[in-house]
């Protein structure tokens, strides 16, 4: 490796290893409690998925430069030299990580794996191996905001195309999904799909809400990418639009990651506090059940339905009784999947992985936990409110024909939800 | 326009949810030859920004993005 391109690595390593990083760096007892809690590890049997593993290719860097021992007796210190093969097992454990955070609960030091190999895909991205899917989706996100004028008038189609499904399946001429209203109180940040917009109009119309629908997605790239300023440029996007509308709200769609950017990290990123009040779309449809501005019927929903924490909303996001609320609301055959809550197998779809072909075979592997958890619960209906969880456990489901029907939390309410509308709402609804 | 176009790939993306038909465009790109042309037919309506952002930002060309019926279609050519 270059003298240059070291530098420019263990500047990467200097400038993002700050005092709780560091302590990682020193505290691992190597006991591998984490090997049992990761999915991956757990699936493929693969020493290069084990999280301490994963953590300890920085370690070694960090103990080469920074660490006094290690740069003068490396070879006992395990020191080594961030080299091409180094750099290559680091993508592949880096990029397949879901971030799922189950190895940091079971770790006795609460080590944040995870949180480490923040740093890994920096140095990654610094030395030119970045995953490139992920650059590019987080590309494309960036030159929409750049250039939203251009991408205004297929929006607005779609919008309206959108609202005359919401009509459709209310019955109530007047429903629509609201662009660029101001003064609304809640600013609805969907992701790209419509199946993410049409039951949220239908539930946010029919509850009575003040609100509008944003111009981007809520999705972010740049995240998993590993990029923080792809990933602070992609969100201000929305709050940049959040405060020109004059919003009070913004309100985030079943997405998992969407949820802990804009309510954690943004303000990390940033610099800039989030200036908004954040709430995931399932803690406003639970309010609107209890407060009865929405109606739903209980048992419309045949079959036995269970519910999948997904790991941004649950153990990283602490929302855990709202949608089980909801489903609760909608179904008298509810069936906790087990464990779950902040133990809850991660399914093996998140991270981004689902957009890497190269991480096929690993992220099929790993969903063995969760295809077991779901077989044991005899339920045959899921409720996943993750965009890459259902993704992940629709492709489980027909690898292994566990005869499931998957849905959206909020597709759910919409199905349960009495309509004075006709046969064709029935239909749109499905 | 889409009767003109030597198309080189074609993609069925109906039913996949954005941003999948923007991952598989991209995936697919380097299956035809720089020039060539993908034909993708996709279901999401998110797809009509998607793809042309993601072309713009990779340096592709959309040649042409058009709704018919249900189904949005697409011929994205490979510049590089
Ligand atoms: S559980 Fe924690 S301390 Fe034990 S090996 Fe894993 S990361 Fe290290
Ligand atoms: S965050 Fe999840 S996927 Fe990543 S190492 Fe820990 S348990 Fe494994």
Redesign the interface.
Same mark, same amino acid.
């Given at each position: 490796m270059e003298a240059q391109q070291l530098t420019t690595l263990t500047g990467v390593i200097d400038k993002k290893m700050n005092r709780q990083l560091k302590q990682y760096m020193d505290i691992c007892a190597r006991c591998a409690i984490c090997k049992d809690a990761c999915h991956q590890y757990v699936g493929t049997g693969d020493f290069t998925y084990l999280p301490a593993r994963r953590a300890e290719l920085i370690r070694q860097i960090y103990k080469k430069y920074f660490d006094k021992a290690g740069r003068f007796v490396p070879a006992l210190y395990e020191a080594r030299d961030p080299d091409e093969n180094l750099l290559d097992e680091l993508y592949e454990s880096t990029y397949a990580c879901t971030g799922c955070r189950r190895c940091m609960y079971y770790c006795p030091f609460s080590i944040d794996t995870a949180w480490i190999l923040s740093v890994a895909k920096a140095i990654l991205i610094a030395a030119g191996r970045g995953n490139e899917?992920l650059g590019? +989706?987080a590309? /494309?996100?960036?030159?929409?905001g750049d250039?939203a004028a251009?991408?205004e008038g297929?929006?607005l189609?779609?919008f309206e195309?959108?609202s005359e499904e919401v009509r459709a399946i209310t019955g109530n001429p007047e429903h629509q999904v609201h662009v660029n209203k101001e003064g609304a109180d809640i600013l609805y940040v969907a +992701?790209?799909? /419509?199946?993410s917009i049409r039951p949220a109009a239908v539930i946010f119309e029919e509850a009575g809400e003040s609100w509008t629908i944003s111009m981007f997605?809520a999705?972010n790239?740049g995240y998993f990418y590993g990029d923080a300023e792809k990933a602070r440029l992609i969100t201000k996007r929305y709050i940049d639009e959040a405060k020109r509308l004059g919003v009070k709200e913004i309100v985030v769609p079943e997405c998992g990651h969407a949820y802990r950017v804009a309510e954690i990290f943004y303000e990390a990123w940033s610099g800039e506090p989030m200036p908004f009040k954040v709430s995931h779309i399932l803690e406003k449809v639970d309010e609107y059940i209890k407060a009865g501005r929405i109606t739903v019927d209980r048992d419309k929903i045949d079959g036995t339905v269970t519910y999948h924490d997904p790991c941004q909303i649950g153990r990283n996001g602490g929302v855990f009784d709202a949608p089980r609320d909801i489903v609760r609301a909608v179904t008298s055959r509810f069936v906790e999947l087990t464990p779950n809550r902040e133990q809850q197998w991660c399914c093996g779809g998140g991270g981004g992985i689902v957009?890497m072909?190269e991480f096929k075979d690993v992220r099929l592997k790993s969903g063995g936990k969760k295809v077991e958890q779901l077989k044991a619960s005899g339920a045959s209906v899921l409720a996943c409110p993750c965009?890459n969880c259902r993704?992940q456990i629709e492709e489980l489901n027909e690898v292994h024909g566990l005869g499931l029907e998957v849905w959206q939390v909020i597709d759910l309410v919409v199905a349960a939800m009495p309509f004075k509308a006709t046969p064709e709402a029935d239909a749109a609804t499905m | 326009m889409s009767d003109d176009v030597k198309v080189d790939l074609e993609l069925d993306l109906k039913g996949l949810?954005?941003?999948?038909p923007?991952?598989k465009v991209?995936?697919n790109i380097t299956n035809v030859p720089v020039g060539g042309v993908i034909r993708a037919v996709a279901t999401?309506?998110?797809?009509?920004?998607?793809i042309?952002?993601?072309a713009?930002?990779?340096g592709n060309e959309v040649l042409s993005?058009e709704?018919e019926g249900a189904e949005f279609v697409f011929l994205v050519k490979r510049l590089k």
């Open positions: 899917m590019q +989706l590309d /494309a996100a960036i030159f929409k250039n251009m991408f297929v929006m189609s779609g195309d959108i +992701l790209a799909g /419509a199946h997605e999705a790239y957009a072909e965009e993704l | 949810l954005c941003p999948l923007m991952v991209s995936q999401d309506p998110g797809a009509m920004a998607d042309p952002a993601w713009q930002s990779t993005a709704k």
